[in-house]
């Protein structure tokens, strides 16, 4: 089940798109501004998120600055009221990947949020298939050859970041914002460590292989096409 942010300041609209988006099979989880959002996402794996502009103590925009300074790039879809063409090219500028102007059809926002993870190049089914090997995200399972492996949350989550786009360079910051949070104190070594585990798990798969960029970060490489 895709995790979708709804950061919307007005309790009704908030109530509203994650009634909508948990009738359509998302688990919607609500905040009521920017920091509210960012503490979640400390805490939560989030694969989409909804926010508005304006809304109290940090709006969308900054937001979406935050994230994306941070190298977070999960889809963002700005709901605004703010109809000008100035306010939307904020929007994009910043790092927002839709805007829709209120009022809001839910049927269209639905709508978008699938496109929106289907560009992210998320599986309808929440799994990916890299030769004889299966990553189930919400079993946290890893079958290779019929044999099913439970993985630590953390170290799932990474594997499945990396699979997702192979041949992508990803820093070591990238990933320790995206899976421990923006605002966790763990260091980048943390990061190395689970590396070195899932290497160690899967150091006779045949399937792929978690490459070190000297200087950059880590990729995952398919050995199957």
Known sequence: MFNILVV??????????????????YNSIPAKDGMDALE????????????????????????????????????ILIVTA???FEDMQKGFRLGSDDYMVKPINVH?????????????????DKKITV??????????????DGVETILPQKEFYLLYKLLSYPNKIFTRQQLMDEIWGMLS???????????NRL???FADCSDFEIVTV????????KKVE
């Open 108 to 124: 269209e926002l639905v709508l978008r949020v699938e496109a929106l993870l289907r560009r992210a190049k998320i599986s309808s």
């Open 40 to 75: 979640i996402m400390d805490k939560e794996y989030i694969d989409l998120m909804i926010a508005d502009i304006m809304m109290p103590v940090m709006d969308g925009y900054e937001l979406t600055r935050s994230i994306r300074d941070a190298k977070y790039d999960l889809p």
């Open 8 to 25: 919307e300041d007005n309790a009704d609209m908030r109530e509203l798109f994650c009634t909508v988006l948990a009738d359509h099979g």
């Open 131 to 144: 030769g004889s090997t299966v990553l189930d995200y919400d079993a946290l399972t890893v079958t290779i």
């Open 214 to 221: 000297r200087g950059l970060g880590y990729k995952a490489v």
């Open 199 to 201: 290497r160690d798990r």
């Open 185 to 195: 104190e763990t260091d980048e070594r943390t990061v190395n460590t689970h590396i």
């Open 82 to 84: 703010k109809d000008q």
